[in-house]
């Protein structure tokens, strides 16, 4: 089934405004973050208007209504990644944080020194620096699985590092630069033989396709609400449960407690062992209803119609002259086209799209190891979504002849 | 647009006329755009009087950035360290003749902030020395 493209873009106040007068938004930058519906807004300003109240703590209505509205939102998301329980997702600031809480509360605990994760090339800085500083504190060993000149994972060489006795392998399920989907259900299993955890970034696949926890049999799964729709400020980690409650807690503070003396304290159960303090609760309430309002669009449809622009987009592209795209075809990965345009730096790329109201992304996308991989500084990133039309590729192509007009 | 891309910042980042290095120089410093990964590398030869008798940039980056750095380059030659030392991003500006908002603009200083960290011989290059 194809979406409707036209009436999902009427949900979406913001694609609606110009940039400048005259000159219509053609936004291609949601892999940084998503545009968000009316509902998701309009759930936050309900929250905020009719509701508000702290959690947990009070016995008025409000804070009754609150709580319930943040725990259903809880089990809307677990819902939606199939999570057995709604207390093995805890709630973070975003996928950064859930990877951090991760390398603090579980790798500190069951790590040693030489103790090896496995990362890949192809990571966010999100999961290269918080295993970086584990490494440097506690003498952790980092191996990376190499990334192919097509921007697929080198799964031979994968094969060759879980032989030398790994704890977790940590990576993304989708490069939020190549758009490669990684085999991640293949991946999971291939660590788990060799006695690894595994704990996947989802920042970029949750938003995008279908992710199944109970199917992936992953440890950990880390993601935010922005990239799906919902506010900033939000995100989640899934984690088994039996790993989450053997965890120590990450912050310390209220609501993480059963009861606090001078000297000493007792966690609280899951999952509010690991919320201190006072939450994003109307956070919390948009991501549940961005969790909504996918799930009543669909992630197949989502899915197929993104694999349609991606087609399409690295179809067009590929026809210019003097530009260089990076990644697998359109069949290994996502919604995202990285490119690069001889003699022109992507700055000034994006700089010449934006003067016609098309919004991309330039830089090395926090995966500067994986730029220095194909020994270029930065590129330019087009990223599509659900609100995504043929039309607003044809606007990139446009705007890359206009790029060239410049620069001759 | 056509004021960002005027005709003397595409002429100045294709064609420019201080790039290059020196060897033997007198100051030499490079810093990076954490942002974008633009890098400017900056060499001075600086004469008994304390003048910067010839100066030279490398390095990679937008348009902007490069082209800012060779207008410098050509805009400091026979002026003191002291001089350069006083340099504000008002000058950069004037320079390039036009407006940026804040994210080109950090494109715009690199070489400024480079150029005066190796006079000032720090360690890296810094926001403060822009003002």
Known sequence: MTLDTNKIRQDFPILKREVRPGVKLVYLDSTATAQKPESVIMAMDNFYRHSNANIHRGVHTLAEESTALYEQAREKIARFINSASPRQVIYTRNATESINLVAYSWARANLKANDLVILTEMEHHSNLVPWQMLASEHGIRLEFIPVTSDGLLDLDEYRRLLTQNPKLVAFTHMSNVLGTINPAAEMIKMAHAAGALTMLDGAQSIPHFKVDVKALDVDFLAFSAHKMVGPTGIGALYGKAALLDAMPPFMGGGDMIKEVKLRSFRPNDLPHKFEAGTFAIAEAVGFGAAVDYLTGIGMDEIASHEHEITEYALERLEEIPGIKLFGPSADKKGGVASFTMNGVHPHDVAQILDSIGVAIRAGHHCAQPLHEKFNIQATSRASFYLYTTKDEVDMLVQGIYKVKEYFG | ?131
């Open chain 2, 1 to 131: 647009m056509d004021d960002l891309y005027r005709e003397i910042i595409i002429e100045h980042y294709k064609n420019p006329s201080y790039r290059g290095n020196l060897d033997p120089n007198d100051i030499s410093f490079a810093d990076n755009n954490p942002l974008c990964g633009d890098h400017i590398e900056v060499n001075l030869c600086v004469d008994e009087q304390g003048k910067v008798s010839d100066a030279r940039f490398n390095g990679h980056g937008c348009a902007i950035s490069q082209a800012s750095a060779d207008l410098l380059m050509e805009s400091i030659i026979g002026k003191s360290l002291d001089e350069i030392k006083r340099l504000t991003k008002q000058d950069i500006l004037d320079l390039l003749g036009i407006e940026l908002g804040p994210v080109r603009l950090k494109c715009a200083l690199l070489s400024l902030k480079v150029l005066k960290a190796g006079v000032y011989g720090l360690g890296s290059a810094s926001d403060d020395l822009l003002e």
